[in-house]
T-cell receptor, first 113, second 113 residues
Framework: DQQVKQNSPSLSVQEGRISILNCDYT??????FLWYKKYPAEGPTFLIS?????DKNEDGRFTVFLNKSAKHLSLHIVPSQPGDSAVYFC????????????FGDGTTLTVKP | DTAVSQTPKYLVTQMGNDKSIKCEQN?????MYWYKQDSKKFLKIMFS???????INETVPNRFSPKSPDKAHLNLHINSLELGDSAVYFC????????????FGAGTRLSVL
């Protein structure tokens, strides 16, 4: 029973365009959400997070949107750059304790020059 | 200078063998974790230690035994390896147990033949 799902295994966009990565969750007790980015042969690195009291959090080119009623979050990257090509994992937890996060299975983003 | 380092990066071994994976963090963090990334790419927590004390122990076979000699190290020992243990194992750390996100090592790819 996967409580966090990323239904698109891969996404390809052109450099300069917007990348939108999606994540759905089933547990209504989740109230803290994170995105990690992973390059090949490296571990995931934290990218951006959002708590359930907000519906948007922005950090430079990265914006995370949270729709609690739909149990859906998305990561927008604008403009996309070739260096953004990586696997993106979303994660969710019932509190801010990192060890209680449930991870999705990742979406591979390819940004073409 | 790698913040969270795991050794070895690759481990190929026969069924029934015993093996260890080492993890060290030089970030001065109190909390360390072991994750398993299964064939479906989900990252699932196995163990968490806070200041050398076990705080999270998910449903993991007791063939897996973590050991934390000090708060900078968390090693994973696996007895009687089975085919199903083949996966990528990630070590991670966070500043404190209530930290919102983690720092990951590059992973150890374990192949059991």
């Amino acid at each position: 029973d996967q409580q966090v799902k990323q239904n698109s295994p891969s996404l390809s966009v052109q450099e300069g365009r917007i990348s939108i990565l999606n994540c759905d969750y089933t547990n209504s007790m989740f109230d803290y959400f994170l995105w990690y980015k992973k390059y090949p042969a490296e571990g995931p690195t934290f990218l951006i997070s959002i708590s359930s009291i907000k519906d948007k959090n922005e950090d430079g080119r990265f914006t995370v949107f949270l729709n609690k009623s739909a149990k859906h979050l998305s990561l927008h990257i604008v403009p996309s750059q070739p260096g953004d090509s990586a696997v993106y994992f979303c994660a969710a937890s019932g509190d801010t304790n990192a060890g209680k996060s449930t991870f999705g299975d990742g979406t591979t983003l390819t940004v073409k020059p | 200078d790698t913040a969270v380092s795991q050794t070895p990066k690759y481990l190929v071994t026969q069924m029934g063998n015993d093996k260890s994976i080492k993890c060290e963090q030089n970030l001065g963090h109190d909390t360390m974790y072991w994750y398993k990334q299964d064939s479906k790419k989900f990252l699932k927590i196995m163990f968490s230690y806070n200041n050398k004390e076990l705080i999270i122990n998910e449903t993991v076979p007791n063939r897996f035994s973590p050991k934390s000699p000090d708060k900078a190290h968390l090693n994973l020992h696996i007895n009687s390896l089975e085919l199903g243990d083949s996966a990528v194992y990630f070590c991670a750390s966070s500043k404190v147990v209530t930290s919102t996100h983690q720092y990951f090592g590059a992973g150890t790819r374990l192949s059991v033949l």
